[in-house]
């Protein structure tokens, strides 16, 4: 397993083909369901946002940093200055779900998704990205409920042509019923160390009796030590290093944007179908460059899905 070097000349600004949007689509976003994001980052493209907590309403700050984290790795631009994210120049709408101390419910999510439903769409967001979890064990007398409420919101959001990433977690244990990353119509994301060339021993997985179902929406990327942008009031660089599947998994919601601004995820197909094609073209690489791609090892116990390529 290896990864491609690139260099700022090879990656295109996707700033002016999302402003444009696609098809009927005015134009295109990536929204991130976190802690907040610094919005006054030199390199970030801030779209607004919304606050869904009551004591603290600026989605413009982010005072944990880790909301701005995932954002960089979605959308930074591609200006000579901190890092070049998935799809540079993406504009980023932030959500904010998540306090300064890390403290967050499923409650203000579900609230923050059903607003999706009704006002983002509108907006022109197809794409989400969710790093965060929370765990309900399987056969627990809870577990059906948050299959049932937290599930079919995320198939709602797929039934209206909407992407969602999720991070799959990082306890080393199998992801099933960490929502919404268990949940079938979210893409869940592990995550690799490329440092190491190998599956990263604290990353969340599917076990190997998963189901075709399971298998169809898990996905690897890149998570350990994943540079990205961090809010200037924190950090004077405006960049910083962190680790885990919460920063595997916007990697792959900048290809989905990505999918989504070529036309080769069109406008009109389901989230699940736009998931299908991402799938595909990981599974493709695979193929095509076994060296740049990340083949599983059922002898392991653990599966950690193909790793995403950025092929559009």
Partial sequence: M????????????????????????QRLLAAVLDSGIDASHWDLEYAGGKSFLADDTDAGKDDLGHGTHVAGTIGAKNNGRGIVGIAPGAPIFS????SSNQLGYMSTVIVAVQWLLTDGVKLGI???????????APGSKDYDSYVTVVCGLMKQLSDAGVVVTAAAGNNNSSLRGNFP????????????????????????????????????????????SILSTFPLDQDDTGIYTLTGSSMASPAVAGVALN??????CPAGNTGNQHMA???????????????????????RGKLLGPMVWSKF
Avoid: H, W
């Fill in 181 to 224: 990353a268990s949940c079938p119509t979210v893409l869940a994301v592990t995550f690799l160390d490329t440092a190491a060339a190998a599956p990263s021993p604290g990353s969340n997985f599917l076990p190997t009796d998963a189901t075709t179902e399971e298998l169809a929406s898990t996905m690897s990327a890149p998570g350990s």
């Fill in 95 to 98: 959500l904010k779900v998540l």
């Fill in 126 to 136: 197809p794409v989400v990205n969710i790093s965060l979890a929370a765990y309900v």
């Fill in 259 to 264: 999918c989504l601004l070529s036309g080769a």
């Fill in 277 to 299: 094609t991402i799938m595909a073209a990981a599974q493709q690489r695979l193929t095509l460059s076994p060296a740049y791609s990340y083949a599983e090892s059922a002898s």
């Fill in 2 to 25: 290896q990864i491609e070097a690139v260099t700022a000349a090879g990656v295109a600004d996707v700033s002016a083909a999302a402003a444009a949007g696609t098809g009927s689509q």
